[in-house]
């Protein structure tokens, strides 16, 4: 007979595979549980107390294991002398969830996050313990991008994780999926992938900025003519 443990991980691993392909709110508790080879329905209800604790719990079993490597290539560029460089940092936010992409366990987890991170507060005390890395990668970076702004930092950090996912959960549904579009190994997209994050960061903020306000006066005055 199969342990609690073993139910409510087989639960966790029939969720994220589901919520990446269908989206939360697509997938019903009673879904998962049978994907699972659970004969209980409430089996989500009474191993999580719902959709949301099994969100959260799929979140935390996976950014455990990445919070851990996060940790170590922290480690590891500390003692190579690269401490702080945005490039360094920028490794240090993508290798090691690619890598964890990588293996055949991990291959719905960057389709998963890119659905259900929108709706989910990983800054929250239910993620504290296994967000303490990505946490140091963006206090490291907010300081290392010293000529911008706190603000616009904070917000192309933001703009830098959403577009990484994005484009890994891509390669991601096209590798499964065999679509010819895949050009590059994966190795090779991650790595072009770092490149262009960090060369996003280190762009100068632009005097040319667009904005609704200024669009909307700029349509004004034509009417106005």
């Known amino acids: 007979m199969p342990s609690s443990s073993d139910a409510k991980s087989a639960m966790i691993a029939v969720a ?9 709110h697509e997938v019903s508790m009673r879904d998962v549980a049978a ?8 089996a989500v209800q009474y191993h999580f107390g719902g959709r949301d604790g099994l969100v959260l719990a799929v979140f935390r079993y996976r950014m455990g294991q990445i919070n851990i ?3 170590t290539y922290l480690d590891d560029i500390d003692s190579s002398g690269r401490t702080d460089t945005v490039r360094a940092l920028v490794e240090a936010f993508i290798y090691p969830l690619a890598d964890f992409l990588a293996t055949a366990d991990g291959s719905n987890y960057a389709r998963f996050i890119a659905r259900v ?4 507060d990983t800054q929250s005390v239910e993620f504290r313990e296994v967000s303490e890395a ?11 991008l010293n000529h911008l702004s706190r603000r616009v930092a904070v917000e192309r950090i933001d703009l830098m994780s959403n577009m990484t996912v994005a484009a890994l959960a891509v390669f991601e549904q096209r590798r499964e999926e065999g679509n010819p579009v895949v050009k590059a190994d994966f190795d090779t997209t991650v790595d072009h992938l770092v490149d262009l994050m960090v060369a996003a960061l280190l762009a100068p903020q632009s005097e040319h900025t667009r ?4 669009i909307a006066q700029s349509t004004d005055a ?3 003519t």
Do not use: C, D, H, Y
């Open 16 to 24: 994220e595979r589901m919520f990446a392909e269908r989206g939360i």
């Open 35 to 42: 994907a699972a080879g659970q004969r209980n329905n409430s």
């Open 69 to 71: 490597a996060r940790l």
């Open 117 to 120: 991170s929108p709706s989910v």
């Open 134 to 144: 990505n946490n140091e990668v963006v206090s490291r970076l907010t300081r290392a």
């Open 211 to 214: 904005t609704r306000s200024k």
């Open 222 to 224: 034509r009417v106005n």
